[in-house]
């Protein structure tokens, strides 16, 4: 099977920036493989706008056992998979200070411990076959400091010390992983930010159209492909120039 044709797998592919990667990697011609917590209807409709180039699998990224399994059924119905994009996430927005722990933890163990748990699922396979690629959707609060994302900014930052930590560790095997860091993108899990926030993240931007969705998907497309295959443990930022 040829390597440009090889499946990818999308976490939160359903809506928002995550239904952009999977749009994008459908018309550069991989199969994909996207999952969905629960809106099932939504997934339905990715899946007819591929036109058969995209299955939806469902996932819960809170369930810990579920990666592994997932990754089975993945691959008994597309083949071994060489791609994967952390997109799935969640932001729970408070001050610090008034942060319940059952907050913090819930946005902590999604956007990092479900990023580790589906790159521990799929490594195994892509170690074995000394090829894959890795690319973790962080976030510029990562970078940047926005009020009321402390539990976010966390889990974001910790992404970006856990791919070039793994970069380290898998490229001997021929496996590189990146990561996308996005600015302001209007999506269904920024809808709720304040507009001062909404402010703060755009501040700066020198490119007048901001960030789309689109934008952001071609940068994830890049760097799961050949021609980046010089490219591991880097974080490429994608901001309409707002952190330059």
């Known amino acids: 099977m040829a390597r440009t044709l090889a499946p990818v797998l999308v976490t939160g592919g359903s809506r928002g920036l995550g239904r952009a990667v999977v749009a994008a990697l459908v018309a550069a011609g991989r199969p994909v493989a996207f999952t969905f917590q629960s809106d099932a209807e939504a997934a339905r409709e990715v899946e007819a706008a591929s036109g ?109 010390g856990m791919t070039r930590a793994l970069a380290r560790e898998v490229g001997r095997r021929g496996v590189r992983v990146n990561a996308v860091v996005p600015g302001f993108v209007a999506t269904d899990l920024t809808a709720g930010l304040a507009p001062a926030a909404v402010e703060r993240l755009r501040a700066g931007e020198c490119l007048p159209g901001g960030v789309s969705a689109a934008a952001v998907a071609d940068a994830v497309v890049f760097l799961l492909s050949e021609g980046a295959a010089a490219i591991t443990g880097q974080a490429l930022v994608v901001d309409a120039g707002a952190s330059a």
């Open 52 to 160: 058969g180039g995209a299955r939806a699998f469902q996932l819960d990224l809170a369930d810990r056992a579920r990666p592994d399994a997932l990754v089975e059924e993945v691959e008994a119905a597309l083949g071994p998979m060489v791609g994967l994009v952390n997109n799935a996430g969640l932001t729970r927005e408070s001050l610090l200070a008034l942060t319940p722990d059952a907050d913090w933890d819930a946005v902590l163990d999604v956007n990092l411990g479900g990023a580790f748990r589906c790159c521990r699922a799929v490594l195994r396979g892509m170690m074995h076959r000394r090829h894959g690629a890795i690319v973790q959707v962080a976030s510029l609060s990562a970078l940047h400091g926005v009020p009321g994302q402390g539990a976010y900014a966390a889990s974001k930052a910790g992404l970006l």
